[in-house]
């Protein structure tokens, strides 16, 4: 089974940083346009960053110029650099895959979502 793993979550103060990763379990052949999510407590998923099918990135308006996404394509790992953290950025960070699939000769698998890391901006 195919699955997308996050890690870096966790307590941070307000104006700290954080790196999240997100690798995906066991090799993969191909995996496309890959982002993040978030949801605060109470509320509902919503887009953080992205990369589109394209290449390009889209980012939430509410994080562009302090988050910052990006890739290696040689690890088919994901990365969220979180610069000046706020309390409102509380929330759990999902990674998430538009499709992909371990090898050329298999079905894609799509909208494939990891198990999501907890990020607590707090005094």
């Known amino acids: 089974q195919v699955q997308l793993v996050e890690s870096g979550g966790g307590l941070v103060q307000p104006g700290g940083s954080l790196r999240l990763s997100c690798a995906a379990s066991g090799s993969i052949f191909s995996i496309n346009a890959m982002g993040w999510y978030r949801q605060p407590p109470g509320k509902q998923r ?11 990135t889209n980012y939430s308006d509410s994080v562009k110029g302090r988050f910052t996404i990006s890739r290696d394509n040689a690890k088919n790992a994901m990365y969220l650099q979180m610069n000046s953290l706020k309390p409102e950025d509380t929330a759990v960070y999902y990674c998430h895959a538009d499709r992909l699939r371990r090898n050329p000769f298999v079905a894609w698998k799509y909208d494939v979502w990891g198990q999501g890391t907890q990020v607590t901006v707090s005094s």
């Open 46 to 56: 919503e887009l953080v960053a992205a990369f589109t099918s394209g290449g390009t």
